[in-house]
């Protein structure tokens, strides 16, 4: 017989059970469980005291301004349209002026060198320790046949769960992605301490592998380091992708977790699919 | 020619920025409301709701048309208020839930006409109670209960925004509200609501 879950309780509360079955099952445990009603009913307490009685607060007018101006003083340091647009509209500037340092600017434009100033964290990466090195190197593995998933599955669900049973400490996040399925997970173990790593497969055959540990490992780098200078540039909600012969290597970070997906999948597509923030 | 690059350039950063406004902007106060409660304080709230919105304009390329706009903007919160106010918290969550069970289950009334399920002797706890009691639960708890019983998303929703199974939704909220079960009553008993409405 397969055991109640109680949090359905907490599922009938929100309305949350579409199947009437169901329903009528937790509906009828209730009637028939005093221990069953009575934390029905808390959990209704619950809900309804915190909706009725948390004010809802409209975003202070300093505050708007305060985003507007940021947002603003952002927007002009990032383009230059804006006084260009001004050189227009002012009387002082005749058309000719105008054209000549759009002319100027359109030439600088056209000459700069190509925009991939971003820095090269790959060259920092060394050790067997390092999550870069080992998140290539289980990659290959793969690729190779000699690192298979210890379970498939398509459900993110039951490989958090995987990874909850298998002590990994720290919360795991498995999106799912669109255009590419899941295939399994594998726990590993270093020090004594459980690491969690899954993969993905796209519809054209392409694999990803993402390899994902908390921070905390990574900041007292007893396990496992990364070059600090990587580390703060995810903290800053950026994304790293560093491309090599046959695969592409990308870093981000979800919640709290510092990830690295491998994967041999086109690099746009990569970035597009596991660059979210 | 080159006035009509120029112009070129103007229209998309315009376009851009009109959609920003007509989609993003709209949720601020949706954002500002779960900024206040993640945070517990105006002025934190207000640096993230910055924060947020800079990033959000910044990386606007990057969401794609006709997705959840709102979804996407909590997960950009969401992960800020993770970088900016757990950097100092560096050791994963660990909750003991058969802590919180055993509590739970100590101060459960024996029936369920019992006083401590009544709301009437919950009505005199003011907003800031109830926030107090919301802030204090763990940062994974909390934002389910912000998300499902004040913002009024559906589960669905919800794992959208966090990233995690709607099973996991539903097993957080269940433990979270029980949670704060134990933390009203005890702020209720504490003010003498509770005996009051026992000896009626």
């Known amino acids: 017989m397969i055991e109640f879950r109680k949090d359905m309780i907490t599922a009938l509360v929100d309305n949350e059970i579409n199947d009437p079955m169901v329903k009528q099952d937790v509906l009828s445990r209730i009637e028939s469980d005093t221990s069953l009603a009575i934390d029905y009913k808390a959990q209704l307490l619950i809900k309804n005291l915190v909706k009725e009685k948390v004010e ?52 600088i434009l056209l000459n700069r060198p190509e925009p991939t100033v971003e820095k090269d964290f790959a060259v ?9 090195i080992q998140a290539k190197n289980n990659f290959n593995s793969i690729i190779e046949g000699k690192l298979a998933p210890q379970m498939t ?18 919360s795991t ?3 799912e992605k669109k255009n590419w399925k899941l295939l399994g997970a594998v726990v590993s173990e ?26 905390s490992y990574l900041n007292n780098r007893e396990i496992i380091k990364l070059s600090d200078d990587l580390i703060k540039y995810l903290d800053d909600g950026n994304c790293y992708t560093s491309k090599s012969e046959k695969s592409i290597t990308l870093f981000t970070k979800i919640q709290n977790n510092i990830c690295a997906i491998v994967s041999n999948a086109d690099q746009k597509e990569v970035e597009k699919t596991f660059c979210s923030l | 020619m080159f006035a ?12 851009a920025n009109e959609e920003f406004e007509r989609e993003a902007v709209p949720h601020m106060d949706a954002l500002y409301n779960f900024a206040i409660k993640m945070t517990g304080d105006s002025d934190d709230a207000s640096d993230l709701l910055q924060e947020t919105y800079l990033k959000a304009f ?23 208020y993770i970088n900016t106010y757990r950097k100092n918290t560096k050791e994963p969550d660990k909750i003991d839930y058969e802590e919180v069970e055993n509590f739970y289950e100590n101060i459960k009334p024996s029936s369920t006409d019992s006083a401590h399920l009544e709301k009437d002797i919950y009505d005199n706890l003011l907003d800031d109670e109830l926030s107090s009691a919301i802030s204090s639960l763990p940062e994974d708890f909390r934002t389910v209960v912000i998300l499902c019983d004040i913002e009024g998303y559906s589960y669905e929703e919800i794992a959208d925004f966090v990233d995690v199974p709607v099973g996991t939704v539903r097993s957080r909220l269940h433990r979270a509200r029980k949670m704060l079960f134990t933390k009203l009553y005890k702020y209720a008993d504490d ?5 009051k409405e026992k000896n009626k």
């Not at chain 1, 058309?95 to 100027?104: G, K, Q, Y």
């Not at chain 1, 920092?124 to 870069?132: A, P, R, V």
């Not at chain 1, 270093?190 to 921070?215: M, N, R």
Request: glycine share 4%; hydrophobic share 40%.
């Open chain 2, 58 to 80: 910044r990386f606007w390329d990057k969401f794609e048309k006709g997705t959840n706009c709102k979804a996407w903007l909590f997960r950009i919160m969401r992960n800020t």
């Open chain 2, 191 to 195: 003010k003498g609501y509770v005996s």
């Open chain 1, 190 to 215: 270093d020090k004594g301490e459980k690491f969690a790593h899954h993969v993905y497969v796209s519809k054209d055959g392409k694999l990803a592998y993402l390899f994902q540990v908390d921070e």
């Open chain 1, 124 to 132: 920092e990466q060394f050790g067997d320790d390092n999550m870069f």
């Open chain 1, 173 to 175: 996040s498995v999106p």
């Open chain 1, 56 to 107: 809802w607060k409209k975003t202070p007018d300093k505050v708007k301004a305060k985003v507007f101006k940021k947002i603003n003083s952002n927007a002009k340091v990032n383009t230059s349209t804006s006084i260009l647009s001004d050189l227009f509209e002012r009387p002082a500037f005749s058309f000719a002026t105008a054209f000549v340092v759009i002319l100027a600017l359109v030439l």
């Open chain 1, 153 to 170: 599955s398509e459900n993110s669900g039951e490989i958090v769960k995987f990874f909850d049973d298998n002590g990994v400490k720290y």
């Open chain 2, 4 to 15: 009509f690059l120029f112009a070129l350039f103007k229209s998309d950063e315009r376009k």
